[in-house]
């Protein structure tokens, strides 16, 4: 899968048009089937009024709703050795043509190449097209982050071709949203935001913007789902639709059919580039707040409550011994967190925030929402247990950048004393002073040592790799093989299916569900 972002490729471009012709079916001439008996015959399907409610022209709404939206064009200059960071929009190096070898051409665009690679070649000015759309009279735009991201100079045109520069109010990275101003000396025409929580799969929408670079394209299509996750952030919460977005679209508006923005273009799903019907906007719902604070603050804080979670899956749920998959797993609770103060733990699960359920992918996005200082009721899973917790929300640090220098070599052969774990095809040993320093471990890691993973085996299919540290098995701490051996034997006993290994690694701490065989570990 590829998802790219809909910004202007910034390479030269090159376009064929496809005239895509259509005709109305023929009449069918076959004579009419019999009647169908009253008493087998249903009555033809009624449509709720609203659901009926198809135009005949998006023209009078386009209208309205094409001088708000705007051009947004970038200038970055690129200096020798710098990378102009275009990600999947295309790369703004002019490519060599594929001349005959040893012709004249080829020495001379290789020689060309060459000297824009060199240190002393002068800087490129790079430049890029996206969409915006104007949410304030007085010159307040909104667009996309990676749109904006490393400009020297933001240019925007108006629908009648006046040219405005634009200064950067706030940007935020991890929603790709970015809020722009521009001066201008009469007020400018602006589109108010709607309810993203009220659009349904199936209604219609309106996606207008500068499909490469083609200003003021207007195109139509439905909701296709709602709350996507592209993993393209921890937020993630889309709006798909099949209304054709293409590079270029990034930033603009989605429309409903009152006019209201529900969401901004920032994604499509396209193997070649081009839309293939499957693009991806960010709901007004959770844009508007982000946007407010970025006019207003240059900047977003989110509240955070300190934990890593995970999704409950089916396999998690059984060796919890929950009736169904629900919540979000703790996996790991920071040291003097909100949820450390409020005595939440490791293989807690959450399942409600302020009353309403969740799951692991939801519980960002929704702590992220509220307030630094606030108190939340969490109702979570505790070995067996419902139980209520009060919680006060902090805010969200800075994202950290030192990690654990790469991976862990894989050991050669297992440690001296190991355990095989009979069935799930891994052994373990003690943790021991070579472990700690071939490892990196921290002096005072506690837990038991893979030190081997068979190849094929479930160990192996769920990401375990020598080196890692089981730290508990079925929410109970583990410091020796034995340790392990007693909680597997236990497991047992109970008839469990599924158990559950608390395993940490160089990413951290995540749950790992293992289906529990028979025979104990030897």
């Not at 709901?283 to 900047?299: F, T």
């Not at 002096?443 to 085996?457: A, P, Y």
């Given at each position: 899968m590829s998802f790219r972002a809909a910004a202007f490729s910034r390479s030269c471009l090159a376009m064929g048009l496809?005239?895509?012709?259509?005709?109305?079916?023929?009449?069918?001439?076959?004579?009419?089937?019999?009647?169908?008996?009253?008493?087998?015959?249903?009555?033809?399907?009624?449509?709720?009024?609203e659901g009926r409610n198809m135009p005949d022209s998006f023209a009078d709404l386009a209208a309205k709703l094409l001088p708000a939206v705007v051009n947004v064009s970038t200038t970055e200059m690129v200096r020798p050795g710098e990378d102009d960071d275009d990600g999947d929009d295309g790369d703004s190096t002019p490519q060599v043509p594929n001349f005959p070898e040893g012709s004249p051409f080829e020495k001379f665009f290789h020689d060309f190449m060459n000297r824009q690679d060199t240190p002393n070649a002068p800087p490129r000015k790079m430049q890029a097209l996206g969409s915006g759309f104007i949410i304030d009279p007085s010159g307040v735009i909104v667009t996309n982050n990676h749109v904006v991201r490393h400009a020297d100079q933001i240019t925007i045109t108006l629908q009648d071709n006046t040219v405005l520069k634009a200064r950067l109010l706030g940007h935020d990275d991890r929603t790709d949203l970015a809020?722009?101003?521009?001066?201008?000396?009469?007020?400018?025409?602006?589109?108010?935001?709607?309810?993203?929580?009220?659009?349904?799969?199936?209604?219609?929408?309106?996606?207008?913007?500068?499909?490469?670079?083609?200003?003021?394209?207007?195109?139509?299509?439905?909701?296709?789902?709602?709350?996507?996750?592209?993993?393209?952030?921890?937020?993630?919460?889309?709006?798909?639709?099949?209304?054709?977005?293409?590079?270029?679209?990034?930033?603009?508006?989605?429309?409903?059919?009152?006019?209201?923005?529900?969401?901004?273009?920032?994604?499509i799903f396209s193997p070649s580039g081009g839309s293939i019907g499957i693009g991806f906007s960010i709901p007004s719902a959770e844009a508007q707040g982000i946007i407010d604070q970025l006019r207003h603050h240059g900047r977003v804080t989110r509240g955070?409550?300190?934990?890593?979670?995970?999704?409950?899956?089916?396999?998690?749920?059984?060796?919890?011994?929950?009736?169904?998959?629900?919540?979000?797993?703790?996996?790991?609770?920071?040291?003097?967190?909100?949820?450390?103060?409020?005595?939440?733990?490791?293989?807690?699960?959450?399942?409600?925030?302020?009353?309403?359920?969740?799951?692991?992918?939801?519980?960002?996005?929704?702590?992220?929402?509220?307030?630094?200082?606030?108190?939340?009721?969490?109702?979570?899973?505790?070995?067996?247990?419902?139980?209520?917790?009060?919680?006060?929300?902090?805010?969200?640090?800075?994202?950290?950048?030192?990690?654990?220098?790469?991976?862990?070599?894989?050991?050669?052969?297992?440690?001296?004393?190991?355990?095989?774990?009979?069935?799930?095809?891994?052994?373990?040993?003690?943790?021991?002073?070579?472990?700690?320093?071939?490892?990196?471990?921290?002096?005072?890691?506690?837990?038991?040592?893979?030190?081997?993973?068979?190849?094929?085996?479930?160990?192996?299919?769920?990401?375990?790799?020598?080196?890692?540290?089981?730290?508990?098995?079925?929410?109970?701490?583990?410091?020796?093989p034995a340790d392990l051996r007693r909680q597997l034997d236990a497991a047992r006993a109970q008839h469990r299916k599924t158990v559950l290994f608390l395993v940490q690694n160089s990413d951290g701490l995540r749950w790992v569900p293992f289906p529990l065989p028979d025979g104990g570990g030897h």
């Amino acid at each position: 899968m590829s998802f790219r972002a809909a910004a202007f490729s910034r390479s030269c471009l090159a376009m064929g048009l496809v005239t895509a012709l259509g005709g109305h079916a023929a009449q069918a001439a076959d004579p009419a089937p019999a009647p169908v008996p009253a008493a087998a015959s249903t009555a033809p399907l009624r449509l709720p009024g609203e659901g009926r409610n198809m135009p005949d022209s998006f023209a009078d709404l386009a209208a309205k709703l094409l001088p708000a939206v705007v051009n947004v064009s970038t200038t970055e200059m690129v200096r020798p050795g710098e990378d102009d960071d275009d990600g999947d929009d295309g790369d703004s190096t002019p490519q060599v043509p594929n001349f005959p070898e040893g012709s004249p051409f080829e020495k001379f665009f290789h020689d060309f190449m060459n000297r824009q690679d060199t240190p002393n070649a002068p800087p490129r000015k790079m430049q890029a097209l996206g969409s915006g759309f104007i949410i304030d009279p007085s010159g307040v735009i909104v667009t996309n982050n990676h749109v904006v991201r490393h400009a020297d100079q933001i240019t925007i045109t108006l629908q009648d071709n006046t040219v405005l520069k634009a200064r950067l109010l706030g940007h935020d990275d991890r929603t790709d949203l970015a809020v722009l101003k521009v001066d201008s000396p009469k007020p400018l025409p602006a589109v108010p935001f709607g309810d993203s929580d009220h659009a349904r799969v199936g209604d219609w929408v309106l996606a207008i913007g500068n499909p490469f670079g083609l200003s003021g394209t207007v195109t139509a299509g439905i909701v296709s789902s709602r709350g996507r996750n592209i993993e393209q952030g921890p937020y993630d919460d889309f709006i798909q639709t099949d209304a054709p977005i293409n590079k270029g679209n990034s930033g603009g508006p989605l429309f409903n059919l009152n006019g209201e923005v529900i969401g901004i273009n920032t994604a499509i799903f396209s193997p070649s580039g081009g839309s293939i019907g499957i693009g991806f906007s960010i709901p007004s719902a959770e844009a508007q707040g982000i946007i407010d604070q970025l006019r207003h603050h240059g900047r977003v804080t989110r509240g955070w409550i300190g934990v890593r979670i995970q999704d409950v899956t089916q396999e998690i749920a059984d060796g919890l011994g929950l009736k169904s998959p629900h919540g979000a797993l703790i996996a790991g609770v920071e040291p003097k967190g909100p949820a450390a103060v409020a005595h939440l733990q490791t293989g807690d699960v959450i399942q409600s925030l302020n009353g309403k359920d969740i799951d692991g992918r939801a519980l960002p996005r929704l702590v992220a929402e509220l307030a630094g200082g606030s108190v939340a009721h969490l109702g979570i899973w505790r070995k067996g247990q419902q139980m209520n917790v009060a919680i006060t929300i902090g805010a969200l640090p800075e994202e950290k950048t030192d990690k654990a220098d790469g991976a862990a070599a894989p050991a050669k052969k297992p440690a001296q004393g190991s355990m095989a774990i009979t069935g799930m095809g891994f052994t373990v040993g003690e943790i021991d002073d070579i472990a700690r320093q071939k490892y990196n471990m921290a002096e005072g890691q506690k837990g038991v040592l893979v030190t081997g993973v068979t190849d094929d085996s479930p160990a192996a299919e769920r990401g375990l790799r020598p080196g890692d540290v089981v730290t508990e098995v079925q929410q109970s701490a583990v410091n020796t093989p034995a340790d392990l051996r007693r909680q597997l034997d236990a497991a047992r006993a109970q008839h469990r299916k599924t158990v559950l290994f608390l395993v940490q690694n160089s990413d951290g701490l995540r749950w790992v569900p293992f289906p529990l065989p028979d025979g104990g570990g030897h």
